[in-house]
């Protein structure tokens, strides 16, 4: 039985050793294809998905770490990060973010600042994708008329996982966002937030 452990754990670490360059070069190519400035130092474990309009604009910076898919940070969720930015949209990751199956949907504009962490399956939105109205939403065909707002996750900020952040959002420096947060409007600096919708619970010095 150990031999059989042994050698699982061998092939296993194989695996891993190849898959992760191939799959880096492979985002990478994904990335280029969609007119995606990528800066030096990216790494990607698995491929994600793109959908990046001609129109639209999506930059990121130096030493993106991307998890995507089943077979990386197996903490729950374990779907292939996603990426849309529609025309006219403007999404940009800085330098040194980590992501583990994300989802982001630009319509407007997001930015996510330099050394920021995003846990595993978290969501961030600056589209409400459908009208509030009742009557455009259910009128056939549908009445576009969708509320949209910018996104910035500001620098040092710590998202948890299977957070959701909403249009209209502004997290400050540092901040973090504890698991499982539904976050919407402006979270000062240095602050630590959570709950569905999130709330204020205690500010990053006193930890």
Known sequence: MKISIAIYRALRNAYFAV??????????TLFSLNGVHVGKGFLSKGSPLLDVSRKGKFNIGCNFNLNSGKHYNLIGGQYKC??????????????????????????????????VKIGGNVKIYDTDFHS????????????????????????????????????????GKNCIIGAGSLVSGH???????????????????EL
């Open 82 to 115: 996603s990426f849309v930015v529609a025309p006219q949209a403007e999404l940009t990751i800085g330098d040194n973010v980590g992501m583990s199956n994300t989802a982001i949907v630009c319509h407007k504009k997001i930015i996510i600042a330099n050394n």
């Open 19 to 28: 898959s992760i360059p191939i799959s880096s070069w492979k985002a990478l």
């Open 132 to 171: 509030l109205s009742a009557v455009e939403r259910n009128h056939i065909p549908e009445i576009y008329n969708v509320k949209c707002g910018e996104v910035l996750i500001s620098e040092g900020a710590f998202i948890g996982a299977h957070s959701i952040i909403l249009k209209g959002t502004i997290i």
């Open 187 to 205: 979270i000062p600096d240095n602050e630590i937030w959570a709950g569905n919708p999130a709330k204020f619970i205690k500010s990053v010095n």
